[in-house]
């Protein structure tokens, strides 16, 4: 295999460069959508992508698609990408990994002397996290159509501004909101370049992670609703706590999620609080909030269910009312093997080792999957740790993934 120009130092330059655009003073990134780091952020992509050629297009969310054109404009592009937002107090690595390392591909490739048959596009998303409203994915969700525009046109900030202020205050209001549904197979591919943000690759020493499988969560928020009284005079037999019904209800998530046969079920009940919280007060009221998570739908689904059935029983049997709101139910994806095969032949002939392996975190490759064929490249991260500013994968690690991504892009677009 040829081997390309990918140049790590000046990649790592503009890393740093798109890190010191921050809210937050170094090394903290922090850039919440739409924010003015966001915007900056953005301006600052748009012109490493002119100065690489490419040509650019905007969605009405704020997606950004950065071209290379390829000879034959009559076969669909391939794509790959990631994000630049980043939450409150993170590091400069997540996502960013997934836009300037493709970038980094895509200029090494052009030096190369290469020519794409097919475009080779960069996608950069808006909002993989859930700044400012709360939904992770917002501008994938919205390419996918998992996204409806009722339930966009509902979102709200924490000010209680929508989506259609901050686009319009961003400037990306002149198309409809519908406009940013794309057609299904639309990409013949998409991949996303991405550190692992957990410690395996780091572990067992290996450089690549070929994604298989990205779990996805559902969430549900379960309201009780009991009958409070003094801790002394309400006697135990007359007690309808809903603490304890929420115990129950806890441990049945830890029930449904141990016995679905599959090791990726996992079930937490993350948030738990209570009314009125005294020590000396039968708590009355209480909010949990479930996240069930696997890679497979049908395992997902039979624990859900088990969670839902369990909850009544419970709440009958201690006289406790009772509310089950679904926030979310998001389908897991399985990654093309097609497509997991072709960059696991790049790593062989790059003489690469490769760990196959699921991402227990999800991303825009989630939602990409639902039009075309996707899979993900993991890298390793020192420690695994992600969403902290002491986020770190060094010049070769990351040249090691660009170099896979690029040779990748190459063999789909040829
Ligand atoms: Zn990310």
Known sequence: ??????????????????????????????????????????????????????????????????????????LTPVATGSHID????????????????????IRALKQ???????????????????????????????MSGALSLEKAAALRDPDGQTLDYWR???????????SVQLLKDCYSAFIELHIEQ????????IPIGVVEKIA?????RVQLIGVGGHAGAVLMPDRHDALLAGAEIALAVEQAALTTGSPDTVGTTGVFRIEPGAVNSVPCR?????????????????????????????????????????????????????????????CRELGLPVKKMISRAYHDSLFMAQICPTMMIFIPCRGGVSHRPDEYSSPQQIRDGVTVLAHTLAKLAA
């Open 112 to 142: 190369s002397g290469f020519e794409p048959n097919r475009s080779i596009e960069l996608i950069i998303f808006t909002a993989e996290e859930p700044t400012r409203f709360g939904l992770g994915c917002l501008g994938s969700r919205l």
């Open 168 to 178: 319009g205050k961003a400037r990306f209001n002149t198309q409809e909101l519908k």
């Open 286 to 346: 209480a909010w949990l909030e479930i996240d069930l998570r696997d890679t497979q739908l049908p395992t997902r689904a039979a624990a859900l269910k088990r969670i839902e059935a369990a909850i009544p029983v419970v709440c009958k049997r201690r006289g406790i009312d009772f509310q089950i709101e679904r926030l979310n139910v998001d389908a897991p994806a399985t990654c093309d093997p097609r497509l997991v095969n072709t960059v696991a032949d790049v």
């Open 198 to 205: 957990g410690p395996l690759l780091e572990n067992e020493k």
């Open 216 to 220: 996805a969560p559902s969430t549900l």
């Open 1 to 74: 295999m040829k081997p390309l120009p990918v140049d790590a130092s000046r990649l790592q330059q503009q890393i740093d460069a798109l890190a010191a655009i921050s809210e937050a003073p170094a090394p903290v990134v922090t850039r919440v959508l739409f924010s003015e780091a966001d915007l900056k952020a953005r301006a600052f992509i748009k012109q490493l992508c002119q100065q690489a050629g490419l040509s650019l297009r905007e969605d009405a969310v704020g997606n950004l698609f950065a071209r290379w054109s390829g000879k034959d404009s009559k």
């Open 86 to 105: 980043a939450i409150p107090n993170a590091g400069r690595y997540d996502g960013v990994v997934g836009v300037l390392g493709a970038l980094e591909a």
